[in-house]
């Protein structure tokens, strides 16, 4: 991971905090990458030239980690992980309200099964139901234990960065980029950028693996290698599917 005293970030360059989002020729077909090429597509296209990374590539990542769905201003998307809240508590506190498959006897499966529950006495729910439920998850914990634990349990907007990773994205705290993930999609993208960058093991890896279209090597840096072969023909189907709508630019 990159030092942050010595990396500049897309984030904080004016040139690209400034670069209109969205594409000059909005693509008229009616697909997901369409949509977001539409949306997001000039600004993508301009950071995806700098880092050598097909735009294709970039707009597959996209659609996966976002399973398709748009930003809502003040309720970007979500998704609370259950096992990363069980590292920041008590073992038998985190019990009273939470459950994941990392304590069913299933070692390194602590990102399924995530269920959770107000009272210790009450039932168990799903939490990856829809959005709502996320939120509501969301909400019971900051108001339990506090902002800085309960943000650094989710993942947050199109590319679904953690934001246990505020930091190596250039952001002060996880309040910080928490705000501003939930204000505008450009501050998704630069995000997407900064992490291939200086959020995985080796500086620039994630661009490097997305140049190269090793989608299961980018699949197991990007979001760990537990699930990264079904990431990872995800990615690829997404971009195939992207390089096709593409064609219309």
Not at 84 to 113: N, T, V
Not at 140 to 166: M, W
Not at 236 to 241: D, F, K, L, N, P
Request: hydrophobic share 40%.
């Amino acid at each position: 991971m990159a030092d942050k005293t010595t990396i500049k970030f897309f984030k904080d360059d004016i040139d690209f905090i400034h670069t209109p989002m969205g594409a000059s020729k909005p693509l008229m077909t009616a697909t997901s990458s369409a949509a977001v090429y539409n949306r997001l597509g000039n600004l993508m296209s301009v950071l995806a030239m700098k880092s050598n990374i097909e735009l294709a590539a970039i707009i597959a990542v996209w659609l996966v980690e976002s399973d398709g769905r748009t930003h809502k201003p003040g309720k970007a998307v979500i998704r609370f992980e259950n096992h990363l809240l069980r590292r920041q508590l008590d073992l038998d506190e985190y019990k009273k309200h939470f459950m994941d498959d990392g304590l069913l006897q299933e070692p390194g499966k602590g990102w399924k099964g995530h269920k959770w529950r107000v009272v210790q006495s009450g039932n168990w729910l799903k939490v990856h139901t829809d959005q709502i439920m996320e939120y509501d998850v969301l909400t019971f914990t900051r108001q339990k234990y506090g902002d800085e634990i309960a943000l650094k349990c989710i993942s947050i907007g199109g590319p679904q960065i953690l934001v246990s990773n505020h930091k190596c994205i250039g952001y002060v705290s996880p309040t910080e980029m928490y705000t501003a993930f939930q204000k505008d999609e450009r501050w998704h993208v630069l995000g997407f950028f900064d992490f291939c960058e200086n959020c995985m093991s080796t500086r620039g890896v994630g661009s490097k693996y997305l140049t190269a279209k090793d989608w299961k090597k980018f699949a197991a840096a990007y979001n760990g290698p537990g699930n990264a072969e079904v990431y990872g023909t995800k990615i690829e189907v997404a971009y195939r599917a992207a390089k096709e709508t593409l064609k219309a630019v």
